[in-house]
């Protein structure tokens, strides 16, 4: 299914995108004891009636945790300040843009791509459907909306005014696509890279806390299309959140080393179902 993308749209740099001078936290993210299992699904490229008797392909869990080998450092962690009021009128992180292309949906987000952006509160994202196909993008959590792509290489533009994790999946049958916008009144905030490492620069002197937050691949309920019997939606348990302190003088750099395991992770508790539950060929 490769297909040749249009050129790529980049949202217009914002014009409050500064450094800001301070203190820094560095630090890497890295996980302990046993290896999560998880299971992929099988599915063809939609759920719905057009597609839905097509060939079942393998999808992976969008929530899969992504652990580096021997190392244990863990890709896309996030890290952010988590103090109460915490505010600040400028803003240090590349523009957001979301894609769809061979039925994923991405972050690009300066250098970066992968499931997870930030943004400033009232901030605009722009999507972009690279790929001959009809998709719906729906957010859920703190915002709440739905965009049709209907035209490959055509962008929109959607502003995001609640602060808080906004969903990003698909509303046109393809349920493995996921990703995480993080709606900010600050700029302190990052990811792991693919060594475990982030950096959050221009921290203002004092005692923070800060947060952890990883998702969680444990599927709490599937959504079964009632005519081709495949899985249409996702729910998954809530992510892992995961408090720290540290506290800084002037400009120094804070260096910590953070640990997630599978004890870290609400435990998935399958909702109940009736006597209809065409779960076995979604599975």
Known sequence: MEINSPKRVVAQKPMHQVEIPGAVLRGRVVWKGPLPAVEGFLGPISSLSEHGGGVRLPWANPNAPRIQGKTKCIENAVVFLADEGASHPSWTHPPVAMVTDKFRLQVEQGEYTGPIGFLPRAGAIQLENRQDFFFLIRGRGEN???????????????????????????????????????????????????????????????????????????????????????????????????????????????????????????????KPRGNFSPLSKGQ
């Open 144 to 270: 709440y909306f739905s965009l049709p792509l209907l035209i490959q290489g055509k962008p929109l533009r959607k502003t995001l005014e609640k602060p808080g994790i906004t969903v990003l999946t698909s509303g046109s049958g393809q349920f493995w696509m996921r990703s995480y916008l993080f709606v900010t009144e600050h700029p302190w905030i990052a990811r792991t890279n693919a060594a475990g490492e982030f950096e959050i620069p221009g921290l203002p002197a004092g005692k923070h806390h800060f947060k952890l937050w990883l998702p969680n691949w444990q599927v709490l309920d599937r959504e079964i299309d009632a005519e081709t019997w495949e899985i249409n939606r996702l729910e998954f348990a809530p992510a892992m959140e995961k408090s720290f302190f540290s506290n800084f003088t002037g400009s120094k750099a804070e260096e910590v080393r953070l640990e997630a395991s599978l004890d870290d992770f609400p435990k998935a508790t399958p």
